[in-house]
């Protein structure tokens, strides 16, 4: 039964999104908080990520966007007074803050309970060396392995232990800082590193279970002992590559009965050892190849990535579960919702499989050879269904969106494939796949004992080669079902069977995803595609919208979008038109089977949503709202009949098109920055010459920001065409755009109808321009702008939504230089900030949108005044300052410097009375810890020394000490500031790193170099991210720092409610 | 080659027969939702003459990997699936292919098995034929006779099995798990298996518990161990296992009815105390009522059926589920030692 004897729950978010840490707990939080409502509790909730669907107003009572520390929430149990916590929903993140709100005595100061996972169960299943001694006391079997809190114990272990050896810091999330070492030159600095990472400086080394099989069990268990399996996972990598970098399937399909039965009942006892009395766990196995030794690896005591997969690869929801258990009911008192029938007691019977593929950002981020291991690495994920493993994960393959129709062999002038093929990298299985159809392994049982695969998933790599080859030689009709049914796309097919079109038509098949394998008629099901076999589900309706997400996370592309989808069926539906959503990421909000009418999981192709229209005989498609996935493929669908909601697609390619746009923008006589293109490197060179230094070049075929460099001379032009290997030719033109240094930039959201337009709000970056807007800092409203500058924002914006007719969102970034406004971009669909502008601004930019599509004008909706054009909203808050966060200390190496290129993963808000409050909290949501005393080191470009000299003194007069590179030194001398010396790296010891590493420095201001010094100040930076310093790369940032600490200093951590217009 | 799986009301699908050949079998076809189980399902006496239609749609992906293997036949007639595996398999293990050859087994692969599993779950179970085309009319012929249900047994004769010294129990088999023979002697018990021809005063004269096994008969068919067990009642104490418990339930004056689907996989089993555990079950039978003065012990806690019983003083008590495990959950095994030791 219900607790009674609780009211008021808090809920903690998992904050921004990292590496190791994304959608899924938007998803699992927005299922806590909808399930607590649902029994009657005011709910609280706690999560500075703007981007969430769980922090939507209207959903949880009181909604913080405030920094997820102690601080913080004790302001929030003097504020509003919860009873209880729950600590299960917000990943490592929420388990941690438990944790410390515990220990530092706050929860049993404002007497507030532990709902979900205990502090002690934590505490036990968190620290492994007591979780090893539990399994030990259960008769389970644990890797050998020590704790080490130096490097002369960790010596003393690896004599015990022999190497490879596994080495993971104790208290990260995602296995930060984790690495295995197979030499002895590598143990020590990967046990330095991984001591650097764990915040108790705790590591603990491992035997290495390299090549074993990976099992993961999804367990539920509530207050009277009940205990539930909601399914397995079976890692199709072997054991040594992180579970969320794996290539993965539910359920296990290559461990029998008893084998099944001994994890299962292992993974109860393990449940009852910690501890966990009410709510979902995961736990890991590793199983010998030979299938006799069975090893427990560790237990998350929360809802995890692993829950989220397991929830949509068999529809039961187990966060919203989770949260129920939490507040007292027992499995056989909850409802399957999805059946409408019978209770939660219930493990899911599934007639089909799932698998799951992991989506890197290789690019960004490369990876060398071997570069997988214990510390997570990949930015998203794609689910996909079928009823064959092999029709999944061609759909899962595919569904990654990285040009890949599948398992495909890959291509030998790219990559290295017999190194691949035993290497831990994300391509690994492909590279095996190209080996076993090229003939070059045929021996599959020596094979697996090589790479640790299980012989079962390269023998159906084999069969799928053989597929391919029948397909090359002749593809009949009956070999068409059989490559649908294994779940190839037409490209692919057409692709190797070298014909133009299919000659043979053969409708998919919908099938429910029901809990039950269709024992009983579904209530709310979802669906996914397959071949040859009968329908479970009729046309949904013939009022219905298709809506496509934005498939699995990257960098630019990630959880806003998919909360602009999720916030449109809702609009839609408020309004009484039928939704079906089309998505293949499991991580998200828009995959939960309640988000809309109806759900397909399925890859985003213009041919799955082509054969989806034809299901559902549906020809309206929303296209503006997942980001650039939908959009790629808008002109295929409206080709082929579909109806573009919204703006046209004409105006869409009058935006992207870079000729059409500047004819755009001199129709209109608006200003852009002067921009040509080159088609030869000498052409470059005279073009940027027009033009006038700097410039902003980019390969025109790069998207993203990738490749982009900003030129300050003809020399540096050079070094770019060398450095970058950039082509440049007449088929690949590079281009040149004049470059407005040290401009201010701004982002706009609006909603057009195509007559008037509603700014949802202006963002002033506090970063200059060049740096890509999705990294860079935002300040709401603009904090340093001229009147006549907004306005003439505002003017343009109209024209623009005119001209091009825009129907819908429309977000456009512009910069000032000079006082001279300049057009940047402007894209005619939803951006990464409306979700941010909406919440900031009490008024829901995307239900605006929605209505507009459903042909309701601005002034009808109440936005706009009649007798106006436009109008605009303000900040709610007084300030808003977005954040971006980075996951920077996943890489080694990469300099988290900032450009044009986007990097960030994930953003904060800070929201405030003053500028400093909103700032100070967008750090501490960032977790930039800034000092409110201390020591700050200065080390910043010639041209910035004027800008940071009055910083400088500042900070000195806050009682801080300042310490100046040599340059810097001199110059702030010059201008009357004395501040003590530091050595660059190169100059001698001790230097600054030395300082950071011993941590005895609290913050660093450091703008880099320039192109030519970019080495030397790379470890700054790098040093700063591993010894967790907070540090600013530029001159604003640090303006806005200082604000910040002024703020801090005065050691308030006021907490503001996010108010809620109904 | 392609073969037809034909229901008695006429529903059809067409697989491709792999395994060995086939002109026509028939049976009564249940869908069985197991996940891994398709090694113990395919064996399970309980299933036996059944055609089995797998849920899970990879099969086979482990091979078969009983050790005792040579001794064990397949019970099921013929199965349904949707995917087989054809590669290696661990060493001291055969593919499932192999053994489908070996011992004389069909199946019909690439089947829509959901599809099947929802007419089922529409229509009720029925029997079935599975049929090479050119066979179409002996098998039109054979479904339209009366089903037969087979009985069953795991053992011919009756067998002594040492444990480990422990307590003697009895076993009448009439279709006992090759799982639950496996777990008694592996928890301690001296088992003598006894058949349906066994003697009353052997039985009694071995132990003073009587345990009677699951199987795949219809119970009223159960002529012989009906009259069995109705002259050793009072004189031991009995417990039943699934069909073994419907005897038992008929015998004290209860009533039994065949369900519209059977039960073919796992379910949640509610104690009297209220807690759950996940078993697994493996009979179309169930219990409609108790007999006077029986209580109920455990029930399904979506419908409330009766899923165990015991009269007042514990002589008689039974199992619907399939308490031993294996294949399924073994959670519920602490059931059945508590019905065996009298502690329900």
């Given at each position: 039964m219900k607790r009674s004897d609780i009211k008021h729950i808090l809920v903690i978010g998992s904050g921004p999104i990292i590496i190791g840490q994304a959608c899924e707990f938007d998803y699992s939080g927005n299922q806590a908080v909808r399930a607590l409502k649902e029994e009657g509790y005011e709910v609280s909730l706690i999560n500075p990520n703007p981007a969430t669907v769980m922090t939507t107003p209207g959903l949880a009572d009181h909604i913080f966007l405030e920094p997820l520390t102690v601080e913080y929430v004790e302001k929030i149990f003097e504020q509003?007074?919860?009873?209880?916590?729950?600590?299960?929903?917000?990943?490592q993140t929420g388990l941690n803050l438990t944790m410390e709100l515990e220990k530092k005595g706050i929860l049993a100061k404002y007497g507030v309970k532990v709902l979900g996972s205990s502090a002690e169960a934590i505490e036990l299943a968190e620290d492994r060396g007591k979780f090893k001694d539990a399994m030990t006391e259960l008769g389970l079997e644990s890797a050998k392995s020590a704790i080490a809190h130096n490097t002369d114990e960790a010596l003393k272990a690896k004599k015990e232990i022999g190497l490879p050896i596994i080495i993971r810091p104790s208290f990260?999330?995602?296995?930060?800082?984790g690495a295995i070492a197979k030499t002895e030159e590598e143990f020590i600095p990967l046990v330095e590193n991984a001591l650097a990472a764990s915040p108790v400086s705790e590591v603990l080394l491992e035997e290495s279970l390299i090549g074993w099989r990976e099992i993961e069990m999804e367990v539920m268990r509530d207050r009277k002992d009940n205990c539930i399996t909601i399914c397995s996972i079976e890692n199709i990598?072997?054991?040594?590559?992180h579970t969320g970098d794996s290539i993965t399937l539910a359920p296990?399909?290559?461990?029998?009965d008893e084998e099944m039965e001994r994890i299962r009942t292992a993974s109860f006892d393990i449940l009852r050892k910690i501890g966990v009395d009410s709510g979902g766990s995961n736990v890991q196995f590793a199983l010998s190849p030979d299938h006799k030794r069975l090893i427990v690896i560790e237990m998350n005591p929360r809802v995890s990535r692993s829950s989220a997969l397991a929830s949509k690869a068999t529809g039961f929801p187990i966060a919203r579960i989770s949260a129920k258990l939490a507040v007292g009911y027992t499995l056989d008192e909850i409802k399957n919702e999805i059946t409408g029938e019978n209770l939660a007691c219930y493990e899911p019977a599934i007639d089909y499989i799932a698998s799951k593929v992991p989506r890197f950002e290789l690019e960004k981020f490369p990876l060398p050879v071997s570069a997988l291991g214990t510390q997570m690495r990949s930015v998203g994920e794609a689910l996909g269904l079928g009823r064959t493993l092999l029709e999944s994960l061609n759909k899962a393959f595919r569904s990654t969106e990285q040009k890949l129709e599948g398992i495909e062999e890959l291509d030998r002038n790219k990559y290295e494939v017999e190194k691949l093929s035993r290497a831990a990298h994300p391509m690994r299985l492909l590279a095996l796949y190209t080996l076993i159809k090229e003939g070059k392994e045929e021996d599959l049982v020596k094979l697996s004992e090589e790479t640790g695969f299980d012989v079962y998933f390269l023998y159906m790599l084999k069969e799928q080669a053989e597929l391919d080859k029948k397909i090359s030689s002749n593809l009949t009709e009956e070999l068409y079902i059989e490559a649908k049914q294994a779940g190839m796309s037409d490209n692919r097919i057409l692709k190797l069977s070298g014909l133009e079109r299919i000659p043979y038509s053969v409708d998919a098949a919908v099938h429910y995803v029901d809990t039950c394998s269709g024992e009983m008629e579904p209530l709310t099901p979802y669906c996914y595609l397959t071949y040859g076999e009968k329908d479970d589900?009729?046309?949904?309706?013939?009022?219905s919208v298709i809506i496509l997400a934005s498939g699995p996370n990257r960098i630019g592309q990630g959880l806003e979008f998919d909360t602009c989808c999720t916030l449109s069926s809702r609009a839609y539906r408020k309004l009484g038109k039928k939704t079906i959503m089309i998505n293949s990421n499991p991580e998200t909000v828009s995959t939960d089977y309640n988000t809309s009418d109806r759900l397909y999981i399925e890859p985003l192709t213009a041919e799955t949503v082509l054969r989806i229209m034809k299901k559902e005989k549906c020809r309206d498609v929303v296209v503006q709202l997942g980001g650039q996935t939908p959009l790629n493929m808008a002109e295929t669908l409206e080709k082929n009949g579909a109806n573009i909601i919204g703006t046209s697609l004409e105006s869409i390619n009058r935006t992207e098109d870079r000729e059409l746009f500047s004819n755009l923008v001199r129709k209109l006589g608006l200003r852009q920055p002067e921009n040509r293109m080159g088609h030869s490197q000498e052409e470059v060179k005279e073009k940027a010459k027009e033009i006038g230094y700097p410039v902003l070049i980019r390969p025109s075929f790069v998207l993203g920001g990738r490749s982009m460099f900003i030129a300050y001379d003809e020399e540096s032009l050079d070094e770019y065409f060398q450095k970058m290997n950039v082509q440049c030719t007449k088929e690949s033109p590079v281009l040149v755009d004049q470059f407005l240094e040290d401009a201010f930039e701004y982002d706009l959201d609006a909603v057009s109808d195509g007559e008037n337009i509603y700014i949802g709000g202006i963002l002033q970056h506090i970063e200059a321009a060049g740096i890509h807007s999705g990294d860079s800092a935002a300040v709401f409203p603009p904090y340093k702008s001229k009147p006549e500058i907004l306005e003439e924002m505002r003017s343009w914006t109209l024209k623009l939504a005119r001209e091009l007719n825009v129907k819908g969102l429309m977000n456009i970034q512009f910069a000032e230089k000079d006082g001279k406004l300049y057009i940047i971009e402007v894209n005619p669909r939803a951006s990464r900030t409306v979700p941010f502008i909406s919440k900031a601004s009490g008024v829901d930019l995307v239900e605006a949108a929605v209505r507009v599509f459903m042909n309701e004008d601005l002034h009808s909706q109440g936005l706009v005044p009649e007798g106006k054009n436009i109008a605009e909203g303000s900040c709610i808050t007084g300030w808003a300052i977005k954040e971006a966060v980075f996951s920077f200390n996943r890489f080694q190496n990469v300099d988290p410097a900032l450009g044009p290129e986007m990097r960030s993963t994930g953003e904060v808000v800070g929201m405030g009375r003053s500028f400093g409050e909103a700032y100070a909290k967008s750090q501490a949501g960032a977790d930039n810890v800034l000092p409110t005393k201390g020591r700050v080191i200065i080390s910043v470009n010639r041209k910035d020394r004027v800008t940071i000299a009055p910083v400088a003194k500042a900070l000195q007069e806050l009682g801080f000490q300042i310490l100046a590179t040599k340059g810097t030194a001199r110059d702030l001398f010059g201008m009357g500031i004395l501040t003590d010396v530091v050595l660059k790296t190169h100059e001698g010891t001790p230097n600054i790193v030395d300082y950071i590493r011993a941590r005895k420095v609290d913050l660093i201001i450091n703008t880099p170099m320039g192109y030519h010094a970019r080495r030397s100040d790379d470890s700054i930076r790098t040093e700063a991210i591993h010894a967790h310093i907070p540090y600013t790369t530029t001159t604003s940032a640090a303006i806005a720092a200082l604000e910040a600490i002024r703020y801090l200093q005065q050691d308030r951590h006021t907490v503001r409610e996010l108010p809620w217009k109904h | 080659m392609v073969a037809t799986l034909r229901l008695k009301d006429g529903f059809e699908l067409n697989g491709k027969l792999v395994g060995a050949p086939l002109k026509v079998v028939r049976g009564n076809l249940i869908s069985s939702y197991s996940i891994p189980g398709y090694e113990a399902a395919l064996q399970d006496p309980a299933n036996k003459g059944a055609i089995i239609s797998f849920i899970s749609p990879m099969v086979g992906s482990y091979g078969i990997s009983f050790s005792d293997i040579e001794s064990s036949g397949p019970m099921a007639a013929a199965f349904l699936l949707k995917k087989l595996y054809r590669g290696p398999v661990l060493p001291g293990r055969i593919t499932l292919e192999k053994f489908m050859l070996e011992k004389g087994i069909s199946a019909l692969e690439n089947i829509d098995t959901r599809a099947l599993n929802i007419h089922l779950s529409k229509n009720g179970e029925m029997s079935a034929v599975i049929f090479t085309e050119e066979y179409r009319k002996e098998a039109l012929e054979l479904l339209e006779k009366e089903e037969e249900r087979e009985l069953s047994s795991l053992y011919e004769n009756e067998t002594e099995i040492n444990g480990k010294g422990g307590r003697r129990l009895s076993l009448l088999d009439l279709g006992a798990s090759r799982g639950l023979v496996r777990m008694l002697c592996k928890h301690g018990y001296d088992l003598k298996i006894f058949t349906r021809d066994s003697k009353a005063e052997d039985i009694l004269s071995y132990s003073d518990t009587l345990l009677v096994s699951n199987g795949s008969g219809c119970p009223k068919k159960e002529e012989k161990a009906t009259a069995l067990l109705s002259s050793l009642n009072g004189k031991v104490r009995l417990c039943g296992l699934g069909l073994g418990a419907l005897l038992l339930n008929r015998i004290s004056g209860g009533e039994v009815e065949h369900m519209k689907k059977g039960i073919h996989g796992s379910l949640a089993i509610r104690r009297k105390d209220g807690s759950i555990f996940m078993s697994a079950k493996n009979t179309a039978g169930s219990i409609k009522s108790l007999p006077e003065g029986f209580e109920t012990t455990h029930v399904e806690p979506n419908t409330n059926r009766i899923e165990g019983f015991r009269n007042q003083d514990g002589r008689i008590s039974g199992l619907m589920f399939a308490a031993e495990g294996n294949p399924g959950p073994e959670e519920s095994q602490k059931e059945l030692f508590d019905m065996l030791e009298g502690d329900n």
């Open positions: 509003v007074g919860p009873d209880a916590i729950l600590s299960n929903m917000g990943g990260t999330l995602g296995g930060m800082g990598d072997p054991m040594g590559v296990a399909l290559t461990l029998n589900a009729e046309t949904l309706s013939d009022n | -």
